[in-house]
């Protein structure tokens, strides 16, 4: 029997890449973290390959890391069965993308208000993150941009999102030449989303490559406020706009042609979903 302690300490240091941090985080010295790490290579043989300036799992590695998530899956199970199946009480845990993120925060807040047994653990992540996440029992269910075809994930429609053309408050578009004028203010999906809304609304254009850039940021809910200073334009999701915090500072160039995104539910296939997480996805589809 593999000491849970051992376990946890191998997980902990493979997902941070490093010995020093991994103890940091539990809370250990650094000759204790190597410690369990010594143990379960006695038992298993090499684990981790220490390169300069990372680590790699070996094969042996990959297998231990998949039994320990397993068995973290088991746990979880087990403890939502010992514990009931009860809406209100218990850990309710899912993985979004920042747009719909920000959308269904306040919601989420307003259900543990409603429900205060419950402790909800929202995380921010790409679409491969809350694919992997899901697909390794980090969390109960996701939310992602891009229908994937694992058939270990249960798939479905949660909502729609409207792509938006968002400018300063009062400026004028009619034309790309306005665009040039304000210029383009960039995110990680901005040349992505901004090619598949202008090339409807402005057929024939140059490609969003010849805007002039005006500014870039990495945080969704950042992007609007050099757009609310005048300093350029940006598309982006209806859902992050609308939660943006001042809304009287910007504008949505209004009557162009709809982009519309699909956003999916995900979950493991082989179990139901709890009553908290179903009571969950359907107090966030009434309100979105």
Known sequence: MLHPHWLHTFETVV???????AAERLDLTQAAVSQH???LETRLGPLLLRQPRRLELTPAGHALLDYQREMQAADQRLQQRLAGDDATRGRLSLITPGSIGLAI???LLAL???A????IHHRFGPTAEVIESVLDNRVEFGLASQQPEDPRLAVSLFAREALELVVPAGAGV???EDLMRLGFIDHPDGHDMATRLLSRCFPGNPGVRQLPCRGFTNQIGLILDPVAEGLGFSVLPRFARQAFARPEAIQVVENLPRVVDSLW???RAEWPLTARARHAIAWLKARL
Do not use: A
């Open 112 to 114: 543990q208000g409603e």
């Open 265 to 267: 539910l995900l979950q």
């Open 15 to 21: 997902e941070l890449g490093n010995f020093t941090r």
């Open 37 to 39: 790490i010594k143990h």
């Open 174 to 176: 009619h034309g790309w």
């Open 105 to 107: 925060y306040p919601h």
């Open 116 to 119: 205060p047994g419950l402790t």
